[in-house]
């Protein structure tokens, strides 16, 4: 394109914008709720495998024993759980450790555990693993090996939550995977509305262009660069949206969230997911005025859209 043309279509592109700025202010606002949405899904997932990866790095195994294990039997269970791989520790928690350790979390609720006469607690063994050796597959073995073990009552290593979290992430997935679709559909029609609704204005405009022999790529290039600007600031801010609604969310929640998993960090969207939304927002943006362009030269008799 020579300097002429890029002239030409800066200029419809400013007057353009600036004919129809409510409507195109409109568009843009839509637009953004929509990005805000679906990046909020995006949010979410991504902060929920950061902490199963953060729960599952920090994930132990622990073996409750019989409360009528034989001496002989405790030591030939520490034996084998000293053999094994990827052990970083083991620490052994009797029944008197563990019903200090359980009344120690009710301090101003002491009424709650007065009334037991005696301490149904087991005494057990606590087991850390290096990340390496904590999939699920590793420590279902593990703990099928060692339920074999004569004095041991029961091995646990949170195979219901971390089964429950993967199956509660999956469907957080699956929602952006179709919200994402059917969000992308919509701002694709909205912002074929808008620039039909703005084509119609300049309906005059177009038919006088092609009657001296403006080209089709010529008459789109100024509608098309508007809808890619709209999709671009429709992005931006929609991500501005989720950011302030991000620190407004962990100011108010962020204690709350520390008791029920722990103090986890959590974090805005990485700099790839907010790359591919800006870009997005332009793709989206040139298929909805493309939708609009196609429709309006071709009831002009001007043809299809050149690719």
Do not use: C
């Given at each position: 394109?020579?300097?002429?043309?890029?002239?030409?279509?800066?200029?419809?592109?400013?007057?353009?914008?600036?004919?129809?700025?409510?409507?195109?202010?409109?568009?843009?606002?839509?637009?953004?709720?929509?990005?805000?949405?679906?990046?909020?899904?995006?949010?979410?997932?991504?902060?929920?495998?950061?902490?199963?990866?953060?729960?599952?790095?920090?994930?132990?195994?622990?073996?409750?024993?019989?409360?009528?294990?034989?001496?002989?039997?405790?030591?030939?269970?520490?034996?084998?759980?000293?053999?094994i791989a990827g052990l970083q520790a083991v620490r052994y928690i009797s029944k008197a450790q563990a019903w200090q350790d359980f009344t120690?979390?009710?301090?101003?609720?002491?009424?709650?555990?007065?009334?037991?006469?005696?301490?149904?607690?087991?005494?057990?063994?606590?087991?850390?693993?290096?990340?390496?050796?904590?999939?699920?597959?590793?420590?279902?073995?593990?703990?099928?090996?060692?339920?074999?073990?004569?004095?041991?009552?029961?091995?646990?290593?949170?195979?219901?939550?971390?089964?429950?979290?993967?199956?509660?992430?999956?469907?957080?997935?699956?929602?952006?995977?179709?919200?994402?679709?059917?969000?992308?559909?919509?701002?694709?029609?909205?912002?074929?509305?808008?620039?039909?609704?703005?084509?119609?204005?300049?309906?005059?405009?177009?038919?006088?262009?092609?009657?001296?022999?403006a080209t089709e790529r010529l008459i789109s290039a100024p509608f098309l660069l508007i809808g890619m600007i709209q999709g671009l600031v429709?992005?931006?801010?929609?991500?501005?949206?989720?950011?302030?609604?991000?620190?407004?969310?962990?100011?108010?929640?962020?204690?709350?969230?520390?008791?029920?998993?722990?103090?986890?960090?959590?974090?805005?969207?990485?700099?790839?997911?907010?790359?591919?939304?800006?870009?997005?927002?332009?793709?989206?943006?040139?298929?909805?005025?493309?939708?609009?362009?196609?429709?309006?030269?071709?009831?002009?008799?001007?043809?299809?859209?050149?690719h």
């Amino acid at each position: 394109m020579d300097a002429g043309r890029l002239v030409y279509v800066v200029r419809e592109v400013q007057l353009t914008l600036l004919q129809h700025r409510r409507l195109h202010v409109i568009a843009v606002l839509i637009l953004s709720v929509a990005v805000a949405i679906l990046t909020l899904f995006l949010l979410v997932m991504f902060n929920a495998r950061l902490v199963l990866q953060e729960l599952g790095a920090q994930a132990k195994v622990i073996v409750f024993l019989d409360d009528a294990i034989q001496p002989e039997q405790r030591q030939s269970i520490e034996t084998a759980l000293n053999r094994i791989a990827g052990l970083q520790a083991v620490r052994y928690i009797s029944k008197a450790q563990a019903w200090q350790d359980f009344t120690s979390w009710f301090p101003e609720s002491p009424q709650l555990v007065e009334g037991l006469d005696l301490n149904p607690l087991p005494a057990s063994y606590v087991v850390n693993l290096a990340p390496d050796a904590q999939s699920d597959t590793v420590l279902h073995t593990l703990q099928q090996r060692l339920s074999r073990l004569t004095g041991i009552g029961e091995v646990e290593y949170g195979t219901k939550w971390r089964r429950g979290f993967r199956t509660v992430l999956q469907g957080v997935r699956w929602m952006s995977l179709v919200g994402g679709v059917a969000l992308g559909v919509g701002i694709v029609f909205i912002m074929a509305n808008t620039m039909r609704l703005t084509l119609y204005t300049r309906l005059h405009d177009i038919e006088i262009m092609q009657l001296v022999g403006a080209t089709e790529r010529l008459i789109s290039a100024p509608f098309l660069l508007i809808g890619m600007i709209q999709g671009l600031v429709g992005a931006l801010v929609g991500l501005g949206l989720l950011f302030g609604l991000y620190h407004t969310m962990l100011s108010a929640l962020g204690e709350l969230l520390s008791e029920i998993i722990g103090p986890h960090p959590f974090r805005f969207l990485p700099w790839q997911a907010i790359g591919g939304t800006l870009i997005g927002g332009l793709v989206l943006g040139y298929l909805g005025s493309a939708l609009a362009l196609n429709r309006m030269l071709r009831l002009l008799g001007a043809g299809s859209m050149p690719h």
